[in-house]
Structures are given as C-alpha cells and as structure tokens.
C-alpha cells in the first residue's frame, strides 16, 4: 500500500490498468494507449518496476504476482468501481452498457462473451464518452462504431488475449 499511495496519480492509473487488464499481456498497444492520454508510461513503467510492483518478461509482456494483482483490483472495486465500473467483469460491464444511461465516469471496460450472444450498439458505447479503453472479445459491436472510435482517445482492442 505504501509503494502505491506513493506513485503520482498517473502512475497509479497504469498500476490499476495493468492489474486488471495487462498481466501478459503485450506492451505496445497498452502504452500507446498511455501516450494518448498523457501518462507518460515508459517513465511508469520504469517507476512500477523499480517497486516492484510490475516486471516486464518475455520481451514486452507485464507480468505481475497474483498478491499484488489482486490488490490493485481492490483498490478498483472499493475506491474507483464507478470510474473502472467493474471493468475486468463482464456481467458488470455488459449490465452498465445495458442501461444506456450516460456515464461519466466510466474510463475502462473489458468485455468477453460467457458463452451467450451478446450485441452492443454504438449508441451504447456513445454514452461513456470518457471511455478510453473497451476490450472486446465474442461480442458484436453494430451500428457506427467506426466513426465513435475515431473520434475517441479510446483504444480498442478486439479479441485481444
């Protein structure tokens, strides 16, 4: 908790995105990503590394231990869960764009099919204009969902493992 509550609030940003998005995961689209939004990430990257929080492995995969994982999504669902709206957990993710309400404070969803076939509009994605990653795998996207991603910060990674 100290190493954390010590990071510039950025640095916490990417901490939190990669424990709940990351871990063995590619490096490149996530830090540009990171770019975009102004988080400087190779120096964050560097500073979660040198806490040990993070490791970089297999080239450019992040790896982090499962204690420190599960940390950084406590911190998500007892301190940001309106910000992440449960981000790595579907059922939540699929619930909150189901409900077509306008949210500002959505900033990350991550959004894999259970099994069931599940459509989402861009109307749906139209109504977290913050949004600035959306991960989708086994799920259809309809509608002008083009043109709402060019016009967005946001990076969106289809059927990404």
């Known amino acids: 908790m100290i190493s954390y509550e010590?990071?510039?609030?950025?640095?916490?940003?990417?901490?939190?995105?990669?424990?709940?998005f990351f871990i063995s995961a590619e490096g490149t689209y996530p830090v540009i990503m990171w770019k975009d939004c102004g988080y400087f990430p190779t120096i964050a990257i560097?500073?979660?590394?040198?806490?040990?929080?993070?490791?970089?492995?297999?080239?450019?995969?992040?790896?982090m231990h499962n204690q420190v994982r599960d940390f950084g999504r406590y911190i998500v669902l007892q301190v940001y869960s309106r910000k992440f709206c449960g981000l790595w957990i579907s059922e939540d993710a699929l619930k909150l764009l189901e409900g077509k309400k306008r949210n500002e404070d959505a900033e990350a969803l991550s959004?894999?099919?259970?099994?069931?076939?599940?459509?989402?509009?861009?109307?749906?994605?139209?109504?977290?204009?913050?949004l600035r990653f959306l991960r989708v795998k086994g799920i259809d996207l309809f509608g002008n969902v083009e043109n709402l991603l060019f016009e967005s910060k946001m990076v969106f990674l289809g059927n990404y493992a």
């Open 46 to 63: 560097r500073v979660l590394s040198q806490r040990s929080l993070i490791k970089i492995r297999d080239g450019n995969r992040f790896w």
């Open 6 to 20: 010590q990071l510039e609030d950025k640095h916490q940003e990417v901490f939190l995105d990669i424990a709940c």
């Open 111 to 130: 959004l894999t099919s259970d099994g069931c076939n599940h459509s989402i509009a861009s109307e749906e994605l139209a109504a977290l204009p913050n």
